[in-house]
């Protein structure tokens, strides 16, 4: 998986092609409406003017940069830019197209942006990752009634073919850790995904975040529900023109490939890297409580033709509709000597089923 996303050149992520938007294979919440990031600008305005002058952003993996567009728009119209935006991007070619969006849409505020390849020191701000977990290269484990099995890749006269290995010792501790969450083991037959690269991604984070909050929303749940038994087969899923299926190894290189997101494992490995948890709730709630409702009247009113007020409509409907992201879509909070009342998580702050 690893290779099929990130491999130099041939990688999904490492190549050229258009992936995000109706051009590509998939969209994000900031291509579907402006009001996600409109309504997040108020969660972002709060904890920036909090953390004082200098206060930076950073946004992980930013895509196709429509959220770093709209967002500095917004935190303009806010009176809250950060001094800084920073963008932490492995992709040369989502650099390029990052960087002509800003061009085209905010010239004026391009001179905030600074392209990073690695982390920052000392950072104090928000961070922020959309859709970011759910890319990292995940590792299958399947059950069986002698012992774990590794779900791996290899090849064969007809291309590529499922192989299983023996699972290695971190394979067995992680699967402990799991079962232990999880309060049982796992049924014979089931299989089990975890991201490996998980831990020391936030161990990085919290090196890097000297002050301030880590925003992350991706699709996935807490491990009750995320290991239900109706998951059995796991939920890695892959990504090409906007068809959802669940064979990764057709098309490698051409196709986006993901898996659900274990909040709870983000939970113990930010405390474990000395993280604070400071709040967990569904994607609806928590743009209904930035002001989600305000700030879509508001664009409602401005727009001067029926065609963009059906657009915001049904933007609205997808960003909050349990069917489509509104509860498939989790926000997490990690914090860092922060003392600021978030407004994002006070209508529902599910920390409690972590």
């Known amino acids: 998986m690893r290779l099929a996303l990130y491999a130099p050149s041939l990688g999904y992520y490492a190549a050229g092609m258009t992936k995000f938007g109706a051009a590509g294979d998939f969209v994000t919440a900031p291509e579907v409406s402006p009001l996600f990031a409109r309504s997040l600008a108020r969660q972002l305005a709060e904890v920036l003017s909090s953390l004082g002058a200098g206060a930076e952003m950073l ?24 001094s800084r935006y920073l963008i932490l991007e492995v992709s040369a070619s989502l650099r390029e197209v990052q960087r002509e969006r800003l061009k ?48 791996a890749v290899g090849d064969s006269a007809h291309g590529l073919v499922w192989a299983k290995l023996p699972a290695s010792e971190d394979d067995l501790r992680v699967l402990a850790e799991l079962e232990a969450a999880r309060g049982e083991a796992f049924p014979e037959g089931y299989r089990v995904e975890f991201h490996p690269d998980l831990p020391g991604w936030l161990q990085g984070v919290a090196q890097a975040l000297k002050q301030g909050l880590v925003l992350l929303f991706d699709y996935g749940a807490a491990a009750h529900e995320f290991y239900a038994p109706e ?34 494992r983000v939970a113990r490995c930010a405390k474990n890297s000395s993280l604070d948890v400071v709040g967990y709730t569904m994607q609806a709630h928590f743009l209904l409580g930035c002001g989600l409702a305000e700030v879509y009247e508001q664009a409602f009113a401005e727009a ?32 860092k000597g922060l003392d600021v009342s978030l407004s994002g998580f006070a209508m529902r702050d599910f920390r409690g089923r972590l």
């Open 59 to 82: 946004e992980f993996g930013a895509g196709s940069g429509a959220l770093a567009v709209e967002l500095l728009l917004a935190l303009e119209r806010l009176q809250c830019l950060p």
């Open 104 to 151: 085209q849409s905010a010239p004026h505020l391009l001179e905030r942006v600074v392209w990073l390849e690695a982390w920052p020191q000392d950072f104090v701000g928000v961070m922020l990752g959309n859709e970011v977990l759910d890319a990292m290269p995940v590792r299958m484990l399947e059950v069986t009634a002698r012992e774990p099995l590794r779900v």
């Open 231 to 264: 998951r059995w087969m796991g939920t890695l899923r892959c990504h090409l023109r906007h068809y959802a299926h669940n064979d990764p190894l057709i098309y490698p290189g051409l196709q986006d490939i993901t898996a659900w997101v274990d909040f709870s």
């Open 304 to 335: 001067e033709r029926e065609v963009d007020r059906l657009r915001l409509a049904q933007g609205f409907k997808t960003l909050m509709m349990p069917g489509e992201m509104g509860e498939r879509f989790k926000v997490m909070a990690l914090g």
